[in-house]
């Protein structure tokens, strides 16, 4: 089995910054694309950030220039660097990992619980 485990988030003012962590345990091959994802009291789940095995990035609009992803593939961890807090980012924020347990285990997604972040006005 294969667990994500989330940590970083927490309470701060607007304009501040946390980092959030999701290292990945348990039977793991290989990892390819790792993301971060949240969702806020009464909407969807949406795409806060991807990161695939080579490095390439991709954000959502409402992050762009505030939000880093990165990743240690020697850890089995993505990161998450946020910047210049809203309120408006107030969610919980989960993060996923497309696993491969074996070499010929097709891979398959796998989430973590999730840490919450409030940002206060």
């Known amino acids: 089995q294969v667990q994500l485990v989330e940590s970083g988030g927490g309470l701060v003012q607007a304009g501040g910054s946390l980092r959030l962590s999701c290292a990945a345990s348990?039977?793991?091959?290989?990892?390819?694309?790792m993301g971060w994802y949240r969702q806020a009291p009464g909407k969807q789940r949406e795409l806060v950030a991807t990161i695939t095995s080579g490095g390439s990035t991709n954000y959502a609009d409402s992050v762009k220039g505030r939000f880093t992803i990165s990743r240690d593939n020697a850890k089995n961890t993505v990161y998450l660097q946020m910047n210049s807090l809203k309120p408006e980012d107030t969610a919980l924020y989960y993060c996923s990992a497309g696993v491969v347990a074996g070499p010929l285990t097709p891979p398959r997604d796998v989430w973590g619980q999730g840490t919450q972040v409030t940002v206060s006005s």
């Open positions: 348990g039977s793991i091959f290989s990892i390819g694309g």
